[in-house]
Each structure stands twice: as structure tokens, then as C-alpha cells.
């Protein structure tokens, strides 16, 4: 066998996943921290999302990743997000900005 078709046989190799037992929560809150050798990324629930929250912001689930994971994680939420821009126009991540948008869209 070549290395050419070594290679594509590799590309095509199929991983299976057991999702029997994965739990969905919703976010719109996440820290993440920086270490060394892994970040961690928390989620949460923002009751208060405009301003400066009155009380502390329950964090629901964390995720520990090695760099290389988060790496990996980065390019396929890049092409979404791309993707979804391109369809319904750009995500604007400041909530300061979207609302002024949506004021001058009322007017």
C-alpha cells in the first residue's frame, strides 16, 4: 500500500460515540483559566446578563482541557461560527453595542 493510500485510509477511519449519557445545560456565561499545561473553562447561568450581576454567578459545569484538545476545539467552533455568520449576518458579542443597534433599528 502507498503512503498516499495509507493516508487516506486513516482520514476515513469512522469513531464512535456513546452520547447515552450526555447531560444538556444552557450557558451564557464562561470563564476560562490558564495554566500551564491545561485551561480550565467554566459554564453558567447569568440571571443578569446587562451590568454588573448582583450576586454571584452559579457555575453549572467545567471543563478541563490540554492545550492540544482546546486546539482542536477552536478550529471547528471558528468554522461555525463563520458559517452562521455568513448566513444571518455578524454576532455582535458586545451586549452595549447590540442594544444601540436594536434602538437605532426601532427608530
Do not use: W
Not at 50 to 57: A, F, Q, Y
Amino acid at each position: 500500500m502507498s503512503e498516499h493510500e495509507q493516508t487516506n485510509e486513516q482520514r476515513q477511519v469512522n469513531i464512535e460515540i456513546d452520547d447515552s449519557k450526555v447531560v444538556g445545560v444552557y450557558a451564557n456565561f464562561c470563564r476560562v483559566i490558564a495554566m500551564p499545561e491545561e485551561m480550565i473553562i467554566d459554564f453558567g447561568l447569568n440571571q443578569q446578563p446587562v451590568g454588573v450581576p448582583s450576586s454571584p454567578i452559579p457555575v453549572t459545569q467545567r471543563v478541563i482541557l490540554n492545550y492540544y484538545t482546546a486546539k482542536r476545539m477552536l478550529y471547528p467552533l471558528q468554522e461555525t461560527i463563520r458559517r452562521h455568520e455568513e448566513s444571518y449576518g455578524t454576532l455582535e458579542i458586545d451586549l452595549r453595542k447590540r442594544i444601540k443597534k436594536a434602538q437605532e433599528g426601532e427608530k
